[in-house]
């Protein structure tokens, strides 16, 4: 009885102490966001100029010692942070739901509006800590989300439209850099490589994930069969199964798929929750011939691949583009 009370007590600090951190952020930010303008429009007027900044450094070094952040680049950059989304009403207020640190790494290492609402909510939605922000970052996360089949990525005004963006979806393809794989290894080490580094797995796939178990096993008409790793994923609702290939996908794993999420309805499925999910990971596929594998079937399977080294942002960018630039042509026709 008193434990719960303590931990009611508990709780509410942790609540009130959030809230407090919260308001102080968003304070600091809108300091910053109203210090850009001011500088921004200081420095459009003809009678200042960009002398004002330099000005404005000396003083707060020759007055203000104490207060930190007032350098050159820290002033230049909030002018840039208020230059940046101050046409955007959509983006502007979400930006002091996220810390200055998720603020400027966002504004310095991505390219489009696109991009920096993308990460800002998934800052949001994720809280992501600056570490997994820059992994997300390097990774190219929102190009490969954005080149991933699915209705909602169809173009960059659509996807940012959806109702659930930026939640994650199940990606074309994954990376899994930081499984640290010899050249030649098995399927037995690609698991065991991802069971040991659960963490960075869960932030690749999606945090809406959680990790049931390895070699899940299922018996069907008294023999015994294993899933290599099943997860649970808390906005589809339903479990999610993945089967781990290092070879080029093959059509037969679409059967064998089928198979296992029958099972895990059957058996495992609650009744609130919706039909499993199955991800057939690859190290490559052939798009026809998933396409084939996939036409005469109604399984809720999905077939990506991995690398395990990081993809050239350059070329994802590219890429990106090249689609974006096909569908305003078609859109156009």
């Known amino acids: ?51 004002i900044i330099d000005k404005l450094v000396d003083f707060m070094k020759r007055e203000y010692l104490t207060m930190k952040g007032f350098t050159r680049a820290g002033i230049y950059r909030m002018k840039q942070f208020y230059e940046t989304y101050k046409d955007n009403e959509i983006v502007a207020p979400l930006v002091r739901q996220i810390s200055w640190t998720h603020n400027v790494m966002i504004l310095g290492a991505t390219n489009s509006i696109e991009e920096k609402e993308f990460y800002i909510r998934m800052c949001i939605k994720n809280n992501y800590s600056k570490r997994e922000l820059n992994r997300q970052i390097a990774s190219g996360y929102f190009h490969r989300y954005m080149l991933s089949d699915g209705k909602a990525n169809q173009s960059l005004s659509k996807a940012v439209g959806e109702e659930d963006y930026p939640n994650t979806k199940i990606l074309d393809t994954y990376s899994l850099e930081f499984l640290d794989l010899p050249n030649h290894y098995s399927e037995k080490d690609l698991k065991k490589a991802i069971i040991s580094n659960m963490k960075d797995f869960i932030l690749e796939i999606g945090k809406d994930f959680t990790y049931v178990g390895e070699e899940y096993r299922i018996q069907v008409g008294n023999q015994d069969f294993f899933i290599d790793l099943l997860c649970y994923n808390r906005t589809l609702n339903c479990l999610v199964a993945f089967e781990l290939k290092i070879g080029d996908f093959q059509p037969e794993y679409i059967s064998k798929m089928d198979f296992y999420l029958e099972a ?70």
């Open 1 to 51: 009885m008193e434990n719960n009370i303590f931990e009611e007590i508990v709780k509410m600090i942790e609540t009130r102490r959030n809230n407090a951190y919260r308001k102080i952020n968003e304070e600091l930010i809108s300091l910053y966001w109203d210090f850009g303008k001011y500088i921004s429009e200081k420095v459009n007027d003809a009678n200042w100029g960009d002398k």
């Open 264 to 333: 895990l309805d059957r058996q495992e499925k609650k009744k609130n929750e919706n039909p499993s999910v199955g991800i057939v990971l690859c190290s490559g596929k052939n798009e026809q011939v998933v396409e084939y594998a996939m036409s005469r079937t109604i399984s809720p399977t999905m077939v990506s691949q991995y690398t395990l080294n990081l993809i050239d942002k350059k070329l994802l960018e590219n890429k990106l583009k090249e689609i974006s630039k096909i569908i305003e042509e078609n859109n156009d026709n």
